[in-house]
Structure formats: C-alpha cells, structure tokens
C-alpha cells in the first residue's frame, strides 16, 4: 500500500537557518503530493503541493519538488523565522486511484526555531 | 476564511462509553472526512462521505465507528463503545471537489479523545 516516509525528529534551528525536511513515499499509481503544516492549538492546513513528476510547490518561502525517480519530496527553506515553528507533514494522494480524497500521512516532523 | 470546526477541543470518556464528536464543515463543501492521530503516530483516514453516504474506509472504522450528516451543516463521528485504543486526537476534514488536486482539505484543529 502507500506509504510516506519523513526524516525523524524533532528539528532545532536557530533564526535565519536553512531548513530541509526530508520525505520519501511508495505508492502504486501516480501520487500527488503534499505538504501540510500544523501551528500550536491549530488544525493542518496546507502548505504546498505538487501533482506530478518535477513539478515544484512553493509557498510562504518554501519549496519541495516531487522526484519521481528518488521518490522523494524534501521541503526547504533557505532562512527559517521563529514563526515557522510547528510540526510539518508530507502526505500524498493516490490520484491515480478512486481515493481521490484520501491522504496517506507521514509521521510529521516537530520543528523549532530559536531567535 | 471560513474554517472548519470541531467541538469538543478536549473529550473524557469512560471505557465502553459511547461518544459523539462534532464537526461543522465549510458550508460550501460537499466531501467530508474523518482522521485522527494517536500520540506519537501517524495521522491516519477513517471515512470520507459524500452525498449522505460513506464514500471510503479504512479498516480502522469498524462497526464501533459511524458518521453522519444529520442536519446539513453538522458531521458528526460516533464512537458507540469506546476503548483505551480510542484514545487519540481526531481531525474532520472538509474539502470542495473530490479531487484534491484541484481544492485542498481544510481540516479543523481537532477534539483530542482520552478513554480512561
């Protein structure tokens, strides 16, 4: 079945690092993907997205680009803020299949940022 | 923004209890779903509904587990028998299109269930 795959946590930076939250997905048919981010006290909301190979997602200073053949989506961003502190989850839809509504998730990696 | 909106925040039960969680979607919204995340793993789908009937399950949402739409702008998620494996923080979701390429899910901040 699909299945995502991110990078153990939890993340500390300080202000103004470079950030890279690495994920990798198995899926059987052609997966969109996303990124999903989850504030203190808030619901998930999303962050970006991409629907097929070698598209990019950017938004709010974040990037992640779908690698078919590395089968991976890894978010970046070149200067982190103390706002950017939450937990981020990769997930994919299986879009290639009838559960076009259904989100396959990650574990969610807990980033923290220090002035 | 409109947002999706759960309550209770916080839910205690009694094992064997049943419980009913509530969610008023995005009044313009016609998908609707369940997930939820017990402490330290993933977040997990339940059900997807549309159209007064459930679309999708998982193998998580046993009998123990119904939804329903019983008012037109309330979902609710019934849990008829609660047990300690309950115990987890529970996300509705609802989202415009049923292809989510083209609308994304907009999930509530959750009501977190504990079973003692």
């Known amino acids: 079945g699909d299945s995502v795959t991110q990078m153990e946590g939890p993340v500390t930076l300080s202000e103004e690092a470079f950030l890279t939250i690495n994920c990798t997905y198995t899926a059987t048919g052609y997966p969109s993907l996303f990124w999903y981010v989850q504030y203190p006290g808030e619901g998930l909301q999303l962050l970006l997205k991409?629907?097929?190979?070698?598209d990019k997602g950017s938004n709010k200073g974040f990037e992640a680009t779908y690698r078919k053949e590395t089968t991976s989506f890894h978010l970046e961003k070149g200067s982190v803020q103390v706002s950017d502190s939450a937990v981020y989850f990769c997930a994919l839809s299986d879009a290639g299949g009838t559960s076009y509504g259904k989100l396959t998730f990650g574990q969610g990696t807990i980033l923290t940022v220090h002035p | 923004e409109p947002e999706v909106t759960q309550t209770p925040s916080h839910q205690v039960t009694q094992m064997g209890q049943e419980v009913i969680l509530r969610c008023v979607p995005i009044?313009?919204?016609?998908?609707f779903y369940w997930y939820r995340q017990i402490l330290g793993q993933k977040v997990e789908f339940l059900v997807s509904?549309?159209?007064?009937?459930?679309?999708?399950k998982s193998e998580i949402f046993d009998d123990q587990f119904s939804v329903e739409r019983p008012d037109g702008s309330n979902f609710t998620l019934k849990i008829r028998s609660t047990k300690l494996e309950d115990s987890a923080m529970y996300f509705c979701a609802s989202g415009a299109d049923r292809d989510i390429r083209n609308s994304p899910l907009h999930f509530g901040n959750g009501t977190r269930l504990t079973v003692t």
């Open positions: 009044s313009n919204h016609l998908y």
């Open positions: 509904f549309y159209n007064n009937e459930i679309s999708e």
């Open positions: 991409a629907t097929k190979a070698d």
